[in-house]
């Protein structure tokens, strides 16, 4: 399965961005996927998960800003990021569980300014 992220860029504190991820096959033949996001010198943290049943969950702190959401129909899964705060400056990476393997997109650099 191959990834494609992309939506990152710079934005104000407070602003919104919404971010893509592009898979390469069927997200019906996907189990479940979800973005992650890494900050400098912190470990990478999973953001938000779809799994194949639609079931949705959150990391706390981003409860209530964030929705993961997919389009089928693109084989596309999104993060619309609401209420962005500089603490959520990272890369974020989008990634799919596979036949028991989980695959990577490249990472789109998110940047909130203060």
């Known amino acids: 399965v191959q990834l494609q992220a992309s939506g990152g860029g710079l934005v104000q504190a407070g602003g919104s961005l919404r971010l893509s991820c592009a898979a390469s096959?069927?997200?019906?033949?996907?189990?479940?996927m979800g973005w992650h996001r890494q900050a400098p010198g912190k470990q990478r943290e999973l953001v938000a998960l779809?799994?194949?049943?639609?079931?949705?969950r959150y990391a706390d702190i981003v409860k209530g800003r964030f929705t993961i959401s997919r389009d089928s129909a693109k084989n596309t899964v999104y993060l619309q990021m609401n209420s962005l705060k500089p603490e959520d400056t990272a890369v974020y990476y989008c990634?799919?569980?596979?036949?028991?393997?989980?695959?990577w997109g490249q990472g789109t650099l998110v940047t909130v300014s203060s």
């Open positions: 990634n799919a569980m596979y036949n028991s393997r989980a695959y």
């Open positions: 096959r069927s997200l019906y033949s996907i189990n479940d």
């Open positions: 779809l799994t194949s049943s639609f079931t949705t």
